[in-house]
């Protein structure tokens, strides 16, 4: 490969200069190179954002340190109450000698590739795909509900009626909603779109149905869909961690998009989102269908 980078994530801007010429590698940047197809002892640097989730943020560090070559050069870093408390131990955990300072929140660990790192293999394989019995499905840490079901997705398959002809859903994580709504022999072809590889990969797997399709790809700007009889969705409303209610308010203003007139949406939120003003400025109805303490089930029609 000769002389190479790679960089996982974002970096604080302005924090951490990224190496020149270093290739993305996170699942949450569609078209990224993807971190499990790195060479072993290929790389000169990296750079990692590292993820707050413990077997998550293991499972990024060891692949890393398994592409780059002994002697080169690994920068890591998170903020202290995310994981970056934590960097330090878990990288002299693999064998690294690391030399650590703070800057704006977050912990920074500088090291270099031993010739021997310790615990790779092990690290990789508790954070790799891999199928939970407890969930019935394949799944991956760092995705959406990766070790246990989530209850909005629950609630709104619990409202859904059989659904007809070609939809979409947005934002389809491992796929629990696509199997149900697959259920229906009406349903001639469904779009899963995700921007995390690792759930793309996950939902080709549990959606074992030739009317299925996966796609890679930021749902706000969905690949080329139109005309759609429905759109099925549990929108995210968190990005890196903070509240982004514009977020879910995107998904909605990109299902109206691609929905024929009178196509149906059907989505659940929060109940402290208030996703209805959106709702009823792109929809020409809109229906509450079910609620609870904590979630709201929405049908509407364009």
Known sequence: MGEA?????????????????????????????????????????????????????????????????????????????KGGARLRKELEAFGCEVDETSRHHQRICRAVRPEAPAGLDEAIEAGALQFSRALGSWTQAGVFSWDRPDPGTQRLVAALPALAGRGADLGCGLGVLARHVL????????????????????????????????????????PDMAELDFVVMNPPFHDHGVEDRELGEAFIRRAAQILRSSGTLWMVANRHLPYEAALHELFAEVALKAEDRSFKVYETRR
């Open 5 to 81: 980078a790679c960089v996982y994530g974002s970096p604080p801007s302005g924090l951490i200069e990224i190496p020149p010429g270093a290739v993305q590698v996170s699942p949450l940047v569609p078209g990224a190179i993807q971190l499990e197809t790195l060479a072993s002892a290929s790389l000169d640097s990296a750079l990692v954002a590292a993820p707050p989730s413990t077997v998550e943020r293991r499972y990024v560090l060891a692949c890393v340190l398994k592409a780059l070559r002994p002697g080169a050069a690994l920068t890591a870093l998170a903020p202290r109450d």
């Open 183 to 222: 259920a229906s022999p009406a349903v001639t072809r469904l779009d899963l779109v995700d921007i995390d590889h690792r759930a793309v990969a996950a939902a080709h797997r549990n959606v074992a149905d030739p009317r299925a399709l996966t796609h890679w790809a930021d749902a706000r700007l969905a």
